[in-house]
């Protein structure tokens, strides 16, 4: 199984808001495009005061090839979305991983 993480640190200011966007849009979205069989999103609890919550947005695919097929067809797409929203109140990093036991 593959793991795609996404972890964003977002401005307190929209904090709240943007977990709701997530929760009741990008996730819903994401997930409707069935390459991936489900998901968690997790609150890191130890972190600098940065003026940010951070949160890692984990999407659970099967294969590889279902995450580059994600990738190539939809994923510049919902990052659009979530850029035209929220421009310079976050930032992000992802990690590929692969799930061993």
Known sequence: MILFNETVSIDN????EWLQWMQETHIPEVMATTYFIKFQIAKVM???DTGGTTYAVQYFA???DDLMEYHRDHDQAMQAKMQAKYA???A???TVLEVVG
Not at 13 to 16: K, R, S
């Open 62 to 64: 099967r294969h590889m």
């Open 88 to 90: 310079g109140q976050y």
């Open 13 to 16: 200011a929209v904090a709240a």
């Open 92 to 94: 992000a990093f992802r």
């Open 46 to 48: 130890e972190e600098e």
